[in-house]
Structures are given as structure tokens and as C-alpha cells.
């Protein structure tokens, strides 16, 4: 089993739409969280730290959930700029980050 | 702040020869920065994990001789591609560690002929 699974999609959705990508770990001892965003033929960049608590950025809302190990991303309102992979990382005490294979999102208009 | 620069941000060479590629946190300082190759639509493979005044710590399968990572400041790592053949090419990316969270590099792309 992989230490970070996402569903590769792509997740092709209109405008507007509201869609969601779960991610899940394997290691229970995982401490950190994040969601990147990747451009194609880009770097990753940051878009949210995942908290116990839930962290949510404008139209961005993420979730942790430890019990089952996943946690989650919801995009509201999608716009055509939200096109792009969208990038699980978890990290332990060390925090050598490990990453998912990313999850495509396609927004139409 | 947190910003990464990356040099080259991408560079051509004959085959054999060697590349060096350059990472920097621009605003902060970074005890731990990690090297990725990211082939075309394929996920981040990490490389390798290069640690201040020590040596890396490569990856299952990562030639550590052909790779060669040198990280001489707080600041400051590079990756040299040894003897580069045509399969070295790839998108080669650093991330410098803030705290618990990896800042990105904007990338080198590396085409071997």
C-alpha cells in the first residue's frame, strides 16, 4: 500500500461547481498536512496546511480526519483558474515530506 | 516571504557532461532542503535529502555519485547531474524546509542531447 493515495481523476467539472478530493495516508504517526497546487510544467506551490481543527481559505476548505487517516480538499464556486493537479502531502516527525501522485482537476466553462 | 529561486531555470548540454543546478531560500534559512525529479506527467520523486553541514541522504535508487548534492550553507544546496545522459532528462526541483512546510523552487529543466 502507498504511504499517500489521491484518485488521479481528472476530475473534469463546469464552472461553478462544487468538487472535493480525499487523500489518505498510511502512517498514523503523521503530524503534518498540506494541499499544494501544481501548474503544468510548474513547481508546487502551497495553497493550504491541513490543522486538526480544519483550515479553511476562501473558497478552499480543507479537513483532517486522523481516525480514518484522509483528509480532504473542497473547492466551492469552481473557477477556470482552479485547473491544475492538486498535490496531498504528509509529513511525520522528521518531516521528510511525502507526497501523493496528485489529483487533476479540470474546470470547464 | 518564504521564497525559493532555483538556477538554471533550465539548461541544454551534450551528453557526458556535467550539470550543476543551484537552490536558495531567499528570506529564510533552511537547516533541510529536498531535492525532486519530476519526469513528464509522472508525480514528484524525491532524490534525495540534503541537510546542512552533512551529507545527503539519497533515496532508494538515487545514485549518490551521479547526483552529487552539496549543501555549504543554511542557504545554499546544489545538485550536480554527473555525466548527464539523455534519460537525466527531467524537471529537477528544491524545496527548503520552514518549519514543518516545504517551499518550492521554481524548477530546472534539463535536457540532455
Known amino acids: 500500500r502507498k504511504e499517500v493515495e489521491q484518485d488521479p481523476g481528472p476530475f473534469n467539472v463546469p464552472e461553478g461547481a462544487t468538487v472535493a478530493f480525499n487523500c489518505t495516508y498510511s502512517?498514523?504517526?503523521?503530524?503534518?498536512f498540506f494541499w499544494y497546487r501544481q501548474d503544468c510544467r510548474k513547481e508546487p506551490k502551497l495553497l493550504m496546511s491541513?490543522?486538526?481543527s480544519g483550515n479553511e481559505d476562501g473558497r478552499f476548505t480543507a479537513q483532517l480526519n486522523r481516525a480514518s487517516q484522509y483528509i480532504s480538499l473542497l473547492i466551492r464556486d469552481s473557477k477556470l483558474s482552479d485547473s491544475a493537479t492538486y498535490l496531498c502531502v504528509v509529513s511525520g516527525g522528521s518531516y521528510i515530506p511525502t507526497f501523493g501522485r496528485g489529483t487533476s482537476l479540470i474546470v470547464h466553462p | 516571504g518564504a521564497v525559493v529561486s532555483q538556477h538554471p531555470s533550465w539548461v541544454i548540454c551534450k551528453s557526458g557532461t556535467s550539470v550543476k543546478i543551484e537552490c536558495r531560500s531567499l528570506d529564510f534559512q533552511a537547516t533541510t532542503m529536498f531535492w525532486y525529479r519530476q519526469f513528464p506527467k509522472q508525480s514528484l520523486m524525491l532524490m534525495a535529502t540534503s541537510n546542512e553541514g552533512s551529507k545527503a541522504t539519497y533515496e532508494q535508487g538515487v545514485e549518490k555519485d551521479k547526483f552529487l548534492i552539496n549543501h555549504a550553507s543554511l542557504t545554499l544546496s546544489t545538485l550536480t547531474v554527473t555525466s548527464a545522459h539523455p534519460e537525466d532528462s527531467s524537471f529537477y526541483i528544491c524545496s527548503a524546509q520552514l518549519r514543518d512546510t516545504q517551499y518550492f523552487g521554481p524548477g530546472t529543466r534539463l535536457t540532455v542531447l
Open positions: 491541513v490543522y486538526s
Open positions: 502512517n498514523s504517526a503523521s503530524q503534518s
